[in-house]
C-alpha cells in the first residue's frame, strides 16, 4: 500500500509538473503586443507649440543637419550652432569683439576641449541672450581663444530653459 501511495504522489506531481512547464512553454509562445519604434518627429506636447503653449518656440533644422540659431547677445547679432554637447555658450574671438568685448584683455584661465583639439577659454558674463524669442539674462558663457569656427549655444543657456527638445525637422526650445 506504501508503494501504491508513493507512485500516486509521484504521479502527482509529474502530472503537475507538466501542466506549469506547459503553462509556461503557452506564455512564452503567446503574441505579445506589436512594438514599435516611435516617430522621431513626435514631440512632447509639452514643448510642442500650441494655442495651450505659446511660448514654445521652433528652430528648424537646417539642410546640412544641424540647428543653426540667430541670436542677440547683449543686442548684437550672433550666429549660433546649437550644441547639447557643449558644456557652455561658446564665443569666438571674433563674435566676442562684435559684442564689444577685448579678447586680448580676457583672462584665459580654462583649458577646454573643443572638435579641433585642447585649447584656453577666458569665462565671461553675457547680460541676455534671445534666440527665437526665448530670452535670458545674465549667461555664463567662455571666449575661446583658437580653434572655434562659430559661436556655440551650449547648456549654460539651453540648460537653464524649462525645456528643449530636438526632432528630425525642429529643435523646440520652452522658455
Partial sequence: MASGLKLATIAAVALISGAVGAEAVLTLARPGPTLRAAKAE???????PSAANPGAVAIPKSPDGHYWANGQVNGANVRFLVDTGATAVALTPGDAQRLGLKPADLHYGFQVVTAAGQTRAAPVKLASITVAGARLENVDALVIEKGL???????????????????????????
Avoid at 513626435?42 to 510642442?48: D, F, I
Avoid at 551650449?154 to 530636438?166: C, D, E, K
Fill in 42 to 48: 513626435s514631440l512632447n506636447p509639452a514643448l510642442t
Fill in 149 to 175: 569656427d562659430t559661436s556655440l549655444l551650449g547648456m549654460t543657456y539651453l540648460g537653464r530653459l524649462a525645456g528643449f527638445q530636438a526632432s528630425r525637422t525642429a529643435l523646440v526650445l520652452q522658455p
